[in-house]
T-cell receptor
Framework: AQTVTQSQPEMSVQEAETVTLSCTYD???????LFWYKQPPSRQMILVIR??????QNATENRFSVNFQKAAKSFSLKISDSQLGDTAMYFC??????????FGKGTRLHILP | SQTIHQWPATLVQPVGSPLSLECTVE??????LYWYRQAAGRGLQLLFY??????ISSEVPQNLSASRPQDRQFILSSKKLLLSDSGFYLC???????????FGQGTRLTVV
């Protein structure tokens, strides 16, 4: 079965610091997609970044970037120059070839002033 | 542009009562549709997903069922709610072709 594991239930960092959220996954497929979603207190799910498994280049979106290690099945999210508005629950997600999307249990991130 | 509507936003139901949560998508055709449940402070559990009318995959055997009566409509149901059915229910859609999912606003269900 395909699984997504986020080993950090909760993290806290000071504003302007850099933080890395970990994610590992398990699959036997070679082509798939990975995502990071943000869920602020409003509970609205917001896509942060996506990565296609066939692309070796790590995706970046402004202050957000990923470290995708396909062989290790690792997909970490780095947030640079963290801001108070980054406080949220962050979910790593995996989409397989059948368009099934599985989420990890999430990491609750607190940005401290 | 595409939009997703999910209702109601909040629901309090007694144990043993039926449930019907509705989700509709506008501005696209033949979307993939998903139902997730999020227990308090926990991750998203995939309940059902559908890649077309009449095609619904059940991921977790439990007290819930899903139907897709129309291309852009996805309904989550239960005949008799349990206390353990309480949670935050999220509907989502994707266009397939390995694109990301877009989520509705969610329904907070409390079974009392």
């Amino acid at each position: 079965a395909q699984t997504v594991t986020q080993s950090q239930p909760e993290m806290s960092v000071q504003e302007a610091e850099t933080v890395t959220l970990s994610c590992t996954y398990d699959t036997s497929e070679s082509n798939y997609y990975l995502f990071w979603y943000k869920q602020p207190p409003s509970r609205q799910m917001i896509l942060v970044i996506r990565q296609e498994a066939y692309k070796q280049q790590n995706a970046t979106e402004n202050r957000f970037s990923v470290n995708f290690q396909k062989a290790a099945k690792s997909f970490s999210l780095k947030i640079s120059d963290s801001q108070l508005g980054d406080t949220a629950m962050y979910f790593c997600a995996f989409m397989n070839r059948d368009d099934k999307i599985i989420f990890g249990k999430g990491t609750r991130l607190h940005i401290l002033p | 542009s595409q939009t997703i509507h999910q209702w109601p936003a909040t629901l309090v139901q007694p144990v043993g009562s039926p449930l019907s949560l509705e989700c509709t998508v506008e501005g696209t055709s033949n979307p993939n549709l998903y139902w997730y449940r999020q227990a308090a402070g926990r991750g998203l559990q995939l309940l059902f997903y559908s890649v077309g009318i009449g095609q619904i995959s059940s991921e977790v055997p439990q007290n819930l069922s899903a139907s897709r009566p129309q291309d852009r409509q996805f309904i989550l149901s239960s005949k008799k709610l349990l206390l353990s059915d309480s949670g935050f229910y999220l509907c989502a859609w994707s266009s397939g072709l390995n694109t990301e999912a877009f989520f509705g606003q969610g329904t907070r269900l409390t079974v009392v």
